[in-house]
């Protein structure tokens, strides 16, 4: 029976994993609403359902019951796939995070706290993460439309630029442990302590460099309704628009999961070692902080002009990240 070991329980494991993103998705919407109408002083979602807590619902079968129209001229394979390239990479970096000091039994068979645990975990998620551009891209090139061409010239440029400073913070981090594993990195606070506290300088720019990577506000210029219509998403609706707004919310939590485990410790806490839900736990408290941050930074700053966008980029965040990078290696050969 070793498929069940081998191959049966991955397979169960991943679909888990992609159903409770999936829905955490929705009612990641929910809440980023209730939150940002509490911030402005307003009720947000509070007819669908008590509370509104059917308002996710409501809205998905809205945008599925919408009819779906292709732009004349476009790329239309391209066209159909960057939706669904968007949610993918979002979805599959989740492969290399632990999510419990050990794993458990059922029925007799391991059920492991990671679904990968590969040595190069954090340049796998580095590049899984990074596809997510080529949809933001390809989504505008092929809807042959010149507002989402422009919209997607300005996500790329601006994904690629961020992409940057992310990488030399990534360095860092993996100069202070020296592994790419995610599990030896979260071994090496256990040892020690957060990285959040041996390196604040990279979890700041890590942070600000995620949210343009992810196009949360104020960074989200690649849809700039005041200027280019939507961006890159004019010529998508119903359930393709919805589609590129599942793959945004789910890369959120992506975004939240990696900071967690990278400065945060991940699953690490008190008792965690012994009860490994106990650091289930923990690792989604961390998450949903990270995520309650973003929310916040997005009602209380106001969206950037592109020029500053990029200019803040190179001039500010591009050697402030090569300057820790730096000093981090000094200190280390010293």
Not at 167 to 183: D, E, K, P, W, Y
Request: proline fraction near 5%; charge should be neutral; hydrophobic fraction near 55%.
């Amino acid at each position: 029976m070793d498929w069940i070991q081998t191959l049966l329980i991955p397979i169960v494991y991943s679909t888990i994993l992609v159903v409770i993103l999936l829905t955490g998705f929705a009612y990641l919407s929910y809440v980023e609403r209730k939150l940002v109408a509490r911030f402005t002083m307003r009720f947000g979602p509070n007819r669908a359902g008590p509370f509104g807590l059917l308002q996710p619902l409501a809205d998905a079968l809205k945008m599925m019951f919408k009819e779906e129209l292709s732009p004349k001229n476009a790329d239309l394979p391209v066209y159909l796939l960057a939706p669904f390239l968007a949610i993918s990479t979002a979805v599959i970096g989740w492969a290399v995070f632990p999510f419990a000091s050990r794993g458990f039994s059922v029925l007799g068979y391991s059920v492991p706290p990671v679904l990968a645990d590969v040595n190069i975990g954090l340049l796998y998620v580095a590049a899984v993460t990074s596809i997510g551009s080529y949809a933001v891209v390809l989504a505008g090139w092929s809807s042959n439309n010149k507002y989402s061409l422009l919209g997607a010239l300005r996500a790329g440029a601006q994904m690629v630029s961020y992409e940057l400073p992310l990488g030399l913070t990534l360095v860092a981090v993996i100069l202070v442990v020296g592994s790419m594993n995610m599990t030896e990195i979260i071994q090496y606070q256990l040892d020690h302590t957060w990285l959040i506290v041996l390196q604040p300088f990279a979890a700041i720019i890590f942070f600000i460099a995620g949210l343009a990577e992810s196009n949360r506000s104020p960074f989200d210029l690649p849809e700039t309704e005041n200027e280019l219509v939507s961006g890159y998403i004019t010529e998508y609706g119903g359930i393709r628009f919805a589609a590129f707004f599942m793959g945004e919310y789910i890369h959120m939590i992506t975004f939240g999961a990696i900071i967690s485990i990278l400065f945060l410790g991940g699953w690490s806490g008190p008792g965690a070692d012994a009860v490994p839900f106990l650091g289930l736990v923990y690792f989604i408290l961390k998450i949903a902080l990270m995520i309650f941050m973003m929310i916040w930074v997005r009602a209380s700053v106001p969206r950037v002009r592109y020029d500053q966008l990029m200019r803040f980029c190179w001039k500010f965040l591009m050697p402030l990240a090569l300057l820790n990078l730096v000093v981090t290696a000094i200190v280390i050969a010293l």
